[in-house]
């Protein structure tokens, strides 16, 4: 009988708030929660494993390797060859020599395939802590580390990349799959949450370190280091999505409208989530 009253008083009480009154309540009943989680990724950022795979990835970077014993050094990420520093945050965009726009992981496999000669026909989504797929995503959070604090200018000057950024808004919000999600469901809408997580609001710049602008990540759950790449093919997976394949034109394309919107965001990479 007391509990039924407690819930009969609840409800007097919100309807007494009316809707602005009760949305607050809910509001500041959240923030407790938020404020924990918050201080819980602070605390695991004192020590991101995500800072190996960058000393691994810079070895990888400066070790020559391949048929061609060469080493990465003379890649050309959009900057000239060898200019490391401000690239990740000016990507994707069109490469003259690919006559493609590439995002960082394909631009390291072409450096890969013309500087080292190493066959990256073995990269995929699947393979993601072993063999050349490891090694690309440790080169990857090698060399957006050296971009943190930088803001995304992620360039749309070349028609290849407006039709690139065109794909990837076209993507976001195509409902498909068995469960007919798209990335629009989770990331389209203010104030969702899951797992006791906010989701950003990705069809606008969501602001700094969030989305685009926090990956690569360690990831805590898993115990791994993932870049966008993929980020995103587990938001395929998530979706029930057929599988996309590692640096193709499905991921490039999304990661272009993600870029693009987020835009004078600051980098935080390489970050730690959940």
């Known amino acids: 009988m007391r509990k039924q009253i407690r819930i009969a008083a609840a409800l007097a009480a919100g309807v007494a708030l009316g809707v602005s009154g009760l949305a607050q309540a809910q509001a500041q009943a959240v923030d407790p929660v938020r404020a924990a989680i918050e201080a819980h990724r602070a605390m695991l950022a004192e020590g991101n494993p995500a800072d190996l795979y960058a000393m691994r990835g810079e070895e990888l970077w400066r070790t020559?390797?391949?048929?061609?014993?060469?080493?990465?050094?003379?890649?050309?990420?959009g900057k000239g060859?060898?200019?490391?520093?401000?690239?990740?945050?000016?990507?994707?965009?069109?490469f003259p020599d690919t006559g493609r726009v590439q995002d960082l992981e394909s631009r390291i496999l072409t450096c890969?395939?013309?500087l080292q000669g190493i066959d990256t026909s073995v990269v995929s989504m699947r393979n993601l802590?072993?063999?050349e797929t490891g090694n690309?995503?440790?080169?990857?959070?090698?060399?957006?580390?050296?971009?943190?604090g930088m803001r995304f200018r992620v360039p749309q000057t070349h028609q290849a990349e407006r039709t690139m950024y065109e794909a990837g808004q076209r993507i976001f919000f195509w409902r498909a799959g068995t469960h007919d999600f798209s990335c629009s469901t989770c990331h389209a809408v203010q104030g969702q949450r899951i797992r006791l997580q906010d989701?950003?609001?990705?069809?606008?710049n969501p602001g700094d370190g969030v989305g685009f602008a926090a990956w690569p990540a360690y990831r805590v759950s898993s115990g791994q280091m993932w870049s966008m790449q993929h980020r995103l093919q587990d938001c395929f997976r998530q979706m029930r999505w057929p599988e996309p394949q590692f640096a193709g034109?499905?991921?490039?394309a999304l990661s272009?409208?993600?870029?693009v919107r987020a835009n004078g965001s600051i980098s935080t990479v390489p970050s730690i989530r959940r």
């Open 136 to 148: 690309v995503g440790a080169m990857a959070t090698f060399v957006s580390s050296l971009s943190t």
């Open 112 to 114: 890969m395939e013309t």
């Open 256 to 259: 272009t409208f993600l870029g």
């Open 64 to 77: 020559p390797r391949g048929p061609r014993n060469a080493s990465m050094e003379r890649c050309d990420l």
């Open 129 to 131: 802590m072993r063999g």
């Open 81 to 94: 060859p060898g200019v490391l520093a401000g690239a990740f945050v000016e990507l994707p965009r069109f």
């Open 199 to 204: 989701l950003p609001v990705l069809a606008r």
């Open 249 to 252: 034109d499905t991921v490039i």
